[in-house]
T-cell receptor, first 110, second 115 residues
Framework: AQSVTQLDSHVSVSEGTPVLLRCNYS??????LFWYVQHPNKGLQLLLK??????LVKGINGFEAEFKKSETSFHLTKPSAHMSDAAEYFC????????FGAGTRLTVKP | ETGVTQTPRHLVMGMTNKKSLKCEQH?????MYWYKQSAKKPLELMFV???????ENNSVPSRFSPECPNSSHLFLHLHTLQPEDSALYLC??????????????FGPGTRLTVL
């Protein structure tokens, strides 16, 4: 069965430091993987997606993620956190049905 | 209005009430979805509509009744709900059918509280 596991329910970083949000997936064949972000009182917004093209995917707001088949991972990174990045982040697998991870809450300290 | 809108944004109802949630997408999409987001649980897909036809119902209790009169509008009719149905209900739409490449665009959600 397909699934994603977000390894951290909460990540806290200081403004200007790197962000790493971890996601591992389980799938019987090559999946599509997405990262969505949800700001307070807002709907989810797509950050980036992997659909079997380039393994390093660049998204909006300086985020990127790398698909690593050998590690079954799709971690989300950003070189320098901004206060506006504080939100809930969801890793999503589509194979073919869409399954959401439990979410990682990112806190950014000034 | 642009994107996906949902009304009302907040709703409080008793267990014997009947209410409806409304979703409208202004993106010209052909597929629409209802999701339930409960605290500390992954987002749960409830219903999928493609070209006004329901193509997926993920074992949702019958006290939730969806309606899709056209590709731009989606309703969720609620009756005799339980307190555990309290959650954020999200609507989404996508250009193409529910598959591995079509990005879904989400509305802001309706925060439902059942007393």
């Amino acid at each position: 069965a397909q699934s994603v596991t977000q390894l951290d329910s909460h990540v806290s970083v200081s403004e200007g430091t790197p962000v790493l949000l971890r996601c591992n997936y389980s799938s019987s064949y090559s999946p599509s993987l997405f990262w969505y972000v949800q700001h307070p009182n807002k709907g989810l917004q797509l950050l980036l997606k992997y659909t079997s093209a380039a393994t390093l995917v660049k998204g909006i707001n300086g985020f990127e993620a790398e698909f690593k088949k050998s590690e079954t991972s799709f971690h989300l990174t950003k070189p320098s956190a901004h206060m506006s990045d504080a939100a809930e982040y969801f890793c999503v697998i589509v194979n073919p049905n869409m399954r959401f991870g439990a979410g990682t809450r990112l806190t950014v300290k000034p | 209005e642009t994107g996906v809108t949902q009304t009302p944004r907040h709703l409080v109802m008793g267990m014997t009430n009947k209410k409806s949630l409304k979703c409208e997408q202004h993106l010209g999409h052909n597929a629409m979805y209802w999701y339930k987001q409960s605290a500390k649980k992954p987002l749960e897909l409830m219903f999928v509509y493609n070209f006004k036809e329901q193509t997926e119902n993920n074992s949702v209790p019958s006290r939730f009744s969806p309606e899709c009169p056209n590709s731009s509008h989606l309703f969720l009719h609620l009756h005799t709900l339980q307190p555990e149905d309290s959650a954020l209900y999200l609507c989404a739409s996508s250009q193409g059918p529910y598959d591995r490449v079509n990005e879904q665009f989400f509305g802001p959600g309706t925060r439902l509280t059942v007393l």
